[in-house]
């Protein structure tokens, strides 16, 4: 039997980056049993070998076959061990409002155990996280916390539960984001009821297909907006706004600025482009706020 484990004592300002790695070990053989126990933290235990079982909450038994992680959550109680002829596993002790978040973007699923399409690449990661934490230093906390972000998403990314149907349909709502076409018409072009391309998307993404279409035109909009001198109004029509006031409102809201001051900070063209005018402003906010609001508004940015 193989095992080797080492834990960080983070302290608050890693805490308040939002996400702390705890520890980290690797373990192989005939395994003691895990359990019945709890813990105030998230852990992973990626199973890259073996077979055995977790008990759930509800008192079941259900099988666990490498590849696959198996998640603990704050709070609720696990049990779990490897079959007679042992597994090998490597885990992470996580915790931070991040997981929070996490948990909404479906990094952080429900199910107690999680099926892989291959264990490796999540298994590379935790191998940097040990490597850091063995390191130690003052950057070691910061290394390992950095490794748990990327562990996430590997293990996401590498699920073998989900609907593999939902990629392409991804790759044809980014493809056709910027067209002026309702979820309706894009579910019809991709042969599926908007049910369907609802489930399809979020099987995959954890939003929507109207958020990850306006994901996708909001960035298309920055980079024209960054690297040319288009009208908004054009840049509106480009990425699928007829609307140009109606477009105003959507960026505002959802970068902060509205979409010529956006242009003023962040211009990466070949020209110098001239200040934005607070009457220009006035006009783009007077459409998103209203006449008074919206001259406050832009003599506030542009003072």
Not at 223 to 237: G, K
Not at 266 to 277: E, K
Request: aromatic share 6%; glycine share 10%.
């Amino acid at each position: 039997m193989e095992r080797w484990w080492q834990y960080l004592t983070p302290g608050p300002a890693q805490l308040a980056t939002g996400l702390a790695c705890l520890g980290v070990g690797m373990q192989r053989g005939r395994l003691p049993t895990v359990g019945p126990r709890r813990l105030d933290h998230w852990v992973a235990v990626l199973v890259g070998s073996g077979r055995g079982w977790f008990a759930a909450p509800d008192g079941g038994r259900r099988p666990v076959a490498a590849p696959a992680v198996i998640w603990l959550r704050p709070g609720v109680p696990h049990h779990y061990a490897p079959d007679r002829n042992g597994w090998s596993e490597g885990f992470v002790d996580f915790t931070g409002p991040a997981t929070t978040a996490y948990t909404e973007l479906g990094l952080l699923p429900a199910a107690d155990v999680v099926p892989l399409t291959t264990a490796e690449p999540a298994q590379r990661v935790l191998a940097r996280i040990a490597a850091a934490c063995r390191r130690g230093g003052p950057l070691a906390a910061v290394e390992a916390a950095a490794g748990v972000h990327e562990l996430l998403v590997e293990l996401r990314r590498h699920r073998a539960d989900l609907d593999p149907a939902g990629e392409p349909v991804l790759e044809v709502l980014r493809r056709d984001a910027c067209l002026p076409l309702s979820v309706a018409e894009h579910a019809r072009r991709a042969g599926m009821t908007v049910a369907e391309l609802r489930r399809a998307v979020r099987a995959v993404g954890a939003v929507g297909p109207k958020e990850y279409l306006l994901t996708v035109r909001l960035n298309e909009a920055k980079e024209l907006l960054a690297a040319s001198e288009l009208p908004v109004s054009a840049v509106a029509r480009r990425v699928g706004y007829e609307d140009p006031a109606y477009f105003t409102r959507i960026f505002t809201r959802r970068v902060g600025v509205a979409p010529s001051v956006f242009r003023a900070q962040h211009y990466r063209g070949d020209r110098q482009l001239r200040p934005v005018r607070r009457e220009e402003l006035a006009r783009e906010l007077t459409e998103l706020y209203g006449p008074e609001r919206g001259s406050a508004e832009a003599f506030r940015a542009t003072d």
